[in-house]
């Protein structure tokens, strides 16, 4: 067994939500649960009785009576038939004066909001919806900053039952059409522009040219963003409103529209990187449910806790960390570079706001770690109890980073699940110990193993696929304009016929955890032997002199070989002694075929706009074929530097 690097107090520990939970189920059940593996193993095996459980963590609605119809269908399950409930009502539950929301910003841009102002805010725009015909199952998309307007105009939409599908600002005009064009909304909300690492970004012309192709827009309501004093100008586009003048004058009652249990909520979109981006449709009870669920059991979050999670509205962990309301906690939103006005900015943030539950990227903290930053001994971040990590995995040598620099007694959670379930498939778990390297536990209610090639379960330490064998509330609905299935069934089933194959590499460990060893599709074969590009990237993390990496296969003499490209600090160059101090690192710590047979310099990386790697698109040009989609790339001329490499034909 491997020695932990935090282990949780006895009074942290049966303090938790989690160990509440045990004890209900003993006295209720008579059976003993003495670990998490206990209550995990009993929420596979009594799945309707779990989930009715989650309901009663503060879910508002009817559950009626039936829980899960052809349970054994994946797809084709259906929860919680006859509930009837309204997603906008459970996350706007309160209405006093203390803190909902802190909305923040790279310029120092404070707003916050209580519980009372956002319900009357939500109230206002809700009333203005449906004076303009939104009703159930209408579209109301947003080109917007996380800000608090973002979160209003969600919660407005919800409330009506209608949609709620948003992108990114930094998204180019081609890149959003991509995506709402497909769902067609009849209201857009935007703002005149954004700020990125110290740039102010005007979005008029942007907003003029989408107005004009989607032709069932019927409203773009348009919020200050860039001058919050001053009133946006609409420039001539006909469908244009300001905020302030479309929100209705007075809230009237919120009414919340009583809606099936798998009623749509969201649209969330693939990242695009290898087509144009499938419409995932997720249903509101699901979601709720399976929100409700991490937050108060997996994080134990519930009233008096602030969380922060660093994202985007293009990111589904914008959706996850909204939802952050129904289990009572303060969410604090955070708009720009997460380096602006320099590299401490969200660490000064967390103090400033008392953050208890902290959220963020793997490569937002292994970025840290290159910059030396030591936020523990600089800020005071006594209030921090959790930290969760996510985008990508979390090498190994980082998990020592947080505990050496950020701070000692801390639950370190790194987490992986993602757009296709809005949700986790493993996450943390405050009564476990943190190992090294490993997600803590599998989800609670989630059927997740590891498959060989064949369908096969791998033992406990073997490399596969990762799978979920039994249905669970936040699978998607289906993908929008897919009325037969086609393309959701291919999209996870056809791999493993009846199971949902995720599309991760990854392994079981001796501790009852998880290792994300990278995406399946990236997976490199030289020789025949499988390797997980994150094997690699742990090593190269190693190295001080390399900022990032990123590896691929490359077809060469009937076999694979790994290419290896790299970006150092500044005014670094890789000569020999450098790549053969690289070629030493992978060789001795993960083995001689892990060795890059290439290992070549480069300014800049692709990423996507929510700053994962975009390993497919750079293995595509460097066999000379073209990238599906570029506007899903947050710095498409980075792929420039990997085409027609001399270093890459001998």
Same mark, same amino acid.
């Given at each position: ?324 309301? !129904?289990? /009572?906690?303060?969410?604090? $939103?955070?708009?720009?570079? +997460? %380096?602006?006005?320099? @590299?401490?900015?969200? #660490? ?110 791998? !033992?406990? /330490?073997?490399?596969?696929? $990762?799978?979920?064998?039994? +249905? %669970?509330?936040?699978? @998607?609905?289906?993908? #929008? ?170």
């Amino acid at each position: 067994m491997a020695t932990p690097l935090w282990r949780p107090d006895p009074l942290r520990r049966e303090s938790s939500r989690l160990a509440a939970l045990m004890h209900e189920l003993a006295a209720d059940t008579g059976l003993p649960f003495t670990d998490y593996a206990d209550l995990h193993a009993w929420s596979l095996n009594h799945p309707e009785t779990f989930w009715s459980r989650v309901w009663t963590l503060g879910a508002i609605g009817e559950p009626g009576q039936r829980v899960l119809e052809n349970p054994t269908a994946m797809p084709g399950a259906r929860w919680f038939p006859e509930a009837r409930l309204n997603f906008a009502a459970n996350l706007l539950r309160r209405r006093d004066d203390t803190p909902a929301l802190i909305a923040c910003d790279e310029r120092g841009r404070r707003q916050e909001l209580s519980h009372a102002e956002l319900h009357d805010q939500v109230a206002r725009l809700a009333r203005a919806l449906r004076d303009s015909g939104v009703e159930a199952g209408d579209r109301v998309a947003g080109l917007v900053p996380n800000s608090e307007h973002a979160v209003i105009a969600m919660l407005a939409a919800a409330s009506l039952g209608a949609v709620w599908s948003s992108c990114s600002p930094d998204f180019g005009v081609q890149g959003v059409l991509d995506r709402f064009g497909q769902i067609e909304p009849k209201v857009l909300v935007g703002c005149d522009g954004y700020h990125w690492n110290g740039k102010a970004i005007a979005l008029h012309d942007r907003l003029k040219a989408l107005a004009a192709q989607l032709p069932k827009l019927e409203r773009l309501v348009l919020f200050p963003f860039l001058d919050p004093e001053a009133a946006p100008e609409t420039h001539g586009i006909d469908v244009a409103m300001a905020w302030d003048d479309y929100l209705a004058a007075t809230g009237e009652p919120l009414e919340f529209v009583a809606l099936p249990f798998d009623h749509p909520l969201y649209i969330l979109y693939s990242s695009g990187t290898t087509g144009r981006p499938k419409c995932i449709v997720h249903g509101a009870g699901g979601t709720l449910l399976q929100h409700l669920k991490e937050h108060r059991l997996h994080c134990d979050l519930g009233e008096g806790d602030v969380l922060f999670y660093y994202t985007t509205c293009g990111w589904m962990m914008w959706n996850w960390l909204v939802s952050g309301l !129904a289990s /009572g906690a303060t969410l604090v $939103l955070y708009d720009g570079s +997460p %380096f602006a006005p320099d @590299p401490a900015a969200l #660490w000064r943030l967390a103090e400033r706001e008392g953050v208890t539950c902290f959220g963020t990227s793997a490569r937002y903290l292994t970025a840290c770690a290159k910059d030396g930053l030591r936020p523990g001994r600089d800020h005071d971040l006594s209030a921090l109890r959790t930290l969760l990590s996510t985008g990508s995995a979390l090498p190994h040598e980082a998990f020592d980073y947080v505990y050496r620099a950020i701070k000692e007694d801390l639950l370190l959670a790194s987490i992986s699940g993602g757009t296709d379930i809005v949700s986790c498939f493993a996450l943390g778990c405050p009564i476990r110990p943190v190992y090294r390297g490993q997600l803590q536990c599998r989800g609670l209610g989630m059927a997740v193993a590891v498959y060989d090639a064949t369908g096969k379960p791998c !033992a406990v /330490g073997e490399k596969g696929e $990762l799978v979920c064998t039994q +249905p %669970f509330p936040s699978m @998607p609905l289906g993908f #929008w304009n897919d009325p037969d299935g086609k393309r959701y069934h291919a999209a996870y089933f056809d791999r493993f016929p009846g199971v949902w194959a995720h599309g991760d590499y990854a392994e079981l460990t001796a501790e009852d955890g998880l290792i994300i060893h990278g995406r399946a599709d990236t997976v490199l074969n030289p020789g025949g032997v499988r390797i997980g590009t994150a094997e690699i990237y742990r090593q190269v993390d190693k190295v001080d002199e390399v900022l990032e990496s990123l590896c691929i296969g490359q077809q060469w003499q009937d076999d694979v070989r790994v290419v290896l490209f790299v970006r150092l600090r500044d005014g670094l160059t890789l000569d020999d002694a450098l790549r053969q101090r690289i070629r030493d690192t992978i060789r001795i710590h993960a083995s001689p075929r892990h060795v890059p047979a290439r290992i070549l310099q480069v300014d800049d990386l692709p990423c996507t706009r929510s700053g994962k790697l975009v390993e497919l698109a750079v293995r595509d040009v460097v066999h000379g074929r073209p990238v599906a989609n570029l506007e899903a790339l947050a710095n498409p001329e980075a792929l420039a530097q990997f085409e027609d490499l001399p270093e890459l034909r001998e």
